[in-house]
């Protein structure tokens, strides 16, 4: 089977599980979506229920495209909805795929739950898939995103200039990192060993 049959997985261990969404999350999401830390970097601005529904039905249209996988995030602890994160730009025949169009809401950021979802991530692609290269992508203002990429033994490749436009019209520049599968196995001890890295709350 292909990238298309495979990445699309329910992944989990004991704190966090990750499925493709599906229609009947909406509210859930949209529950802890409408909380402006979230979307200060990213390339989407929610401020209201029909934002969301433009963003949410944005997504399904392109989990069933085929242009990304969306994951639905929930707290195993609670039970509850936590957020969202995605595969996308997935080139099978180069072994590249992004991790990115990720957020979490309020109650879940520092919780742990950032890392472990992009540890399964992660141990899906290189594990999984045969990736040979994950990258993450985000806006070069966003320090706390770069410090987290950075402290999981992600590598700063360099910032692509006015990469796209941002709400309020800004021209984003975009800065990549990127974990390479000879990577892989120390990467993974440092997600697995130390509890307190964080990854930031919203990445691309």
């Given amino acids: 089977m292909g990238w298309a049959e495979l990445a699309p997985a329910r992944l989990e261990n004991d704190h966090v599980l990750l499925r493709p969404i599906e229609p009947a999350d909406?509210?859930?999401?949209?529950?802890?979506?409408l909380d402006p830390d979230i979307w200060r970097?990213?390339?989407?601005?929610?401020?209201?229920?029909?934002d969301f529904d433009t963003?949410?039905?944005?997504?399904l249209d392109d989990q069933l495209a085929g242009r990304r996988v969306?994951?639905?995030i929930m707290d195993k602890a609670s039970?509850?909805?936590?957020?969202?994160?995605s595969y996308g730009n997935m080139a099978e025949r180069d072994g590249r795929l992004e991790i990115g169009w990720s957020w979490l809401g309020r109650d879940f950021r520092g919780s742990g739950l950032n890392r472990w979802a992009k540890y399964l991530l992660l141990e899906h692609a290189f594990e999984r898939l045969g990736a040979e290269r994950v990258e993450f992508k985000t806006?070069?203002?966003?320090?706390?995103?770069?410090?987290g990429l950075r402290n999981i033994g992600a590598v700063e490749e360099g910032v692509l200039r006015s990469f796209n436009p941002m709400p309020g019209g800004r021209r984003r520049d975009a800065i990549f990192y990127s974990v390479l599968r000879g990577e892989w196995p120390?990467?993974?001890?440092?997600?697995?060993?130390y509890p307190k890295v964080q990854l930031a709350g919203a990445v691309e």
């Fill in 70 to 72: 969306v994951f639905y």
């Fill in 26 to 33: 909406r509210a859930a999401l949209c529950a802890i979506a």
């Fill in 79 to 85: 039970g509850r909805a936590a957020g969202s994160m």
């Fill in 41 to 50: 970097y990213f390339v989407s601005l929610v401020e209201n229920e029909a």
């Fill in 55 to 59: 963003f949410f039905d944005a997504a």
């Fill in 186 to 193: 120390g990467v993974k001890s440092k997600l697995a060993a």
């Fill in 139 to 147: 806006d070069v203002l966003n320090e706390q995103a770069r410090r």
